[in-house]
């Protein structure tokens, strides 16, 4: 066998919907040498890590850690420790992330009733009461950012809704934790889960979760064991509190990372992270109107880190993203699900949030729509940046 080259990595510019580029000093935190998983020194990290992410959070919940596994292992967390077989779920879908949680919740015995919006509409907190109200489900699923379609759902007011019907609300953050408010105890959220690549600017690999105290009770009411013992809390628990008993080897050098991009959140400050991610969503979808593109998600609900657009007809989706990712080196996102071949994805996440990747993605996005002859103006797209820019 020939020996494979030494690893070597293309630059690219990550401006799909995950994994956003990490900051250097993330990347650097994560050379550092390796630790025991429970050295004195690395159980003061995970604390550490722990009061952080409740900060991020907007939370005072105790059991908030990151699970070591991405965010997909973050939403098996959350349903698996809740649902029992034969409890009564209700799953809001509008997208592809949405679907997911259907197939997830089933998988951990739950009746589930599906709640369908049209891909790139929110939800009407209201029409969601009235499902809460017949069904009278144990908990309630929702994806705030759903990345598939652009869509940021609104829920400032749902936690009272479930709070009426004794329903556990269970909140997907993962495209949304570091870019957009996500305020865990104001809002009544009872669950929640992330990721570490999206908003967070670090590696993928752990799915920080955060869980209120109505939901360690229903935890402890349980009456059968939680069906995976990996994500079992009651287990876990005991190495992410006070014990710090051996559950499973740590990641450590991820949790380096998540420590350090959360340090950098902070330094940053959560408003100030918010408002940049605002401003630079503003210029990109002002250069991204001018060279004729048209969002998917209704103007109302737009992610700021995420913009999908359509992709004008004629246009060959495959062709212009190889090209954008091989001649100017960016990565963006083709269409998941219903919305495969018709739609682009552009994240603007976390470290990636930044004028310099408006410029380069506005104007290389042009070269590329030129080149399958579509007609526009010189530096449209760069000019209308530069200009919401200035506003
Ligand atoms: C990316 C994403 C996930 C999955 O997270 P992974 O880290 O890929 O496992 C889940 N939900 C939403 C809304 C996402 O955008």
């Not at 990550?14 to 690395?42: E, N, W």
């Not at 709070?163 to 609300?169: A, I, N, R, S, V």
């Not at 008993?245 to 330094?267: D, F, K, N, W």
């Not at 994805?345 to 002859?373: D, H, T, W």
Request: aromatic share 6%.
């Amino acid at each position: 066998m020939v020996l494979p080259g030494q690893l070597n990595p293309p630059n690219r510019l990550l401006l799909g919907p995950g994994p956003s580029d990490a900051h250097p000093r993330v990347l650097a935190a994560m050379v550092t040498p390796l630790l025991g998983h429970l050295d004195p020194y690395f159980l003061e990290l995970m604390q550490e890590t722990q009061q952080l992410l409740r900060d991020v959070y907007r939370t005072k919940n105790p059991l908030t850690f990151p699970v070591s596994a991405t965010g997909m292992a973050g939403m098996e967390t959350c349903l698996v420790n809740l649902i029992e077989p034969g409890d009564k779920v209700v799953v809001c879908a509008k997208g592809f992330f949405g679907t997911r949680m259907i197939d997830v919740a089933g998988r951990a015995g739950a009746q589930v009733t599906t709640l369908n919006q049209e891909w790139g509409k929110a939800f009407d907190l209201n029409v969601i009461r009235e499902t809460l109200q017949k069904v009278r489900p144990k908990a309630l699923g929702i994806v705030h950012a759903e990345t598939s379609t652009g869509v940021l759902q609104p829920l400032e007011g749902l936690g009272k809704i479930c709070q009426e019907f004794d329903t556990l609300l269970i909140v997907d953050a993962v495209t949304s934790l570091g870019c957009v408010p996500v305020l865990v105890d104001e809002w009544g959220i009872d669950a929640i889960y992330s990721c570490s690549q999206k908003g967070l600017g670090c590696p993928p690999g752990l799915s920080p979760i955060s869980f209120s105290a109505k939901a360690e009770a229903v935890m402890a009411q349980r009456k059968t064991k939680v069906q995976s013992w990996y994500l079992d809390l009651s287990i876990i628990r005991t190495y992410w509190g006070s014990d710090r008993a051996y559950h499973h080897t740590a990641p450590i050098s991820m949790v380096y990372a998540l420590r350090e991009g959360l340090r950098i959140v902070q330094e940053e400050g959560l408003e100030n992270r918010w408002t940049r991610h605002l401003r630079n969503h503003r210029a990109l979808k002002a250069g991204l109107l001018a060279l004729g593109l048209e969002y998917t998600a209704d103007p109302n609900h737009q992610l700021p880190q995420l913009n999908a657009v359509k992709i004008p007809n004629g246009v060959d989706d495959l062709a212009i993203r190889k090209r954008l990712l091989n001649e100017f080196g960016i990565e963006i996102g083709g269409g998941l699900g219903d919305f495969k071949g018709k739609v682009w994805r552009i994240g603007l996440m976390g470290y990636n949030s930044k004028p310099s990747a408006v410029f380069q993605v506005l104007a290389a996005l042009e070269q590329c729509l030129k080149g399958s002859g579509i007609n526009i103006p010189l530096g449209a797209g760069v000019a209308a940046a530069e200009a919401a820019y200035a506003q």
